[in-house]
């Protein structure tokens, strides 16, 4: 029997690694604004906004770190980091 890590991991890649997984995070991305461009500063800015972009960001790229994890490594810090992925 897998270990709760283990088998959450194989989840998240069951649930979002086939085509269909896939749009619907490429759906969430434009949704959660994940890769727009910086901030307007020609605005104010209302830092309550930015806390909820963050989070919605955050929440993404929590999906794409257990998409990189190999299940059955015992080491999660092993897992790509795609926060910096494209700098």
């Known amino acids: 029997m897998l270990g709760k890590q283990k088998q959450?991991?194989?989840d998240y890649r069951q649930?979002?690694?086939d085509e269909?997984?896939?749009?619907?995070?490429?759906?969430?991305e434009k949704r959660c604004l994940l890769f727009r461009g910086g901030i307007n500063t020609a605005k104010a800015i209302d830092v309550n906004t930015l806390l909820v972009?963050?989070?919605e960001a955050?929440?993404?790229k929590?999906?794409?770190k257990m998409l990189s994890r190999d299940p059955?490594?015992?080491r999660p810090d092993k897992a790509i980091n795609?926060?910096?992925?494209?700098e």
């Open 20 to 28: 269909q997984g896939e749009r619907v995070l490429r759906d969430l």
């Open 62 to 64: 929590y999906i794409y």
């Open 53 to 55: 972009m963050e989070g």
């Open 15 to 17: 649930k979002f690694g």
């Open 72 to 74: 059955l490594e015992d």
């Open 58 to 60: 955050n929440v993404i």
């Open 82 to 86: 795609i926060t910096s992925a494209g």
């Open 8 to 10: 959450i991991t194989i």
